[in-house]
């Protein structure tokens, strides 16, 4: 090999050398993007599963609530029937009286 070819052999090794360190450059940035957004979906998860959390035990609470609110509406039903009945009694003896 003649210097001359040898030394077109080292200007192609160098435009070689500088295009894989560019295409190792891109793969670092999309590697570092890659990470960055699952690191985010990582994030996204957890924020999810706090939330689906606090959702569940909003659940049972107004599970609770409502179980409580029939009970307290049969409650009420049971005492409107009384003071009717106390009522009509009433009525009754007040109707009696002289």
Not at 15 to 35: L, P
Not at 69 to 95: D, G, K, N, Y
């Amino acid at each position: 090999m003649t210097r001359p070819d040898i030394a077109r052999l080292e200007r192609r090794l160098d435009a070689q050398g500088r295009r894989i360190d560019a295409h190792d450059e891109n793969f670092r940035a999309f590697s570092d993007t890659i990470v960055h957004i699952s690191q985010t979906v990582d994030a996204h998860t957890a924020t999810l599963d706090a939330h689906t959390a606090t959702l569940n035990e909003h659940t049972a609470t107004l599970n609770e609530h409502t179980r409580q609110l029939t009970t307290l509406q049969e409650t009420q039903a049971e005492h409107s029937e009384q003071f009717v009945a106390v009522r009509e009694t009433l009525a009754e003896i007040l109707r009696r009286l002289p």
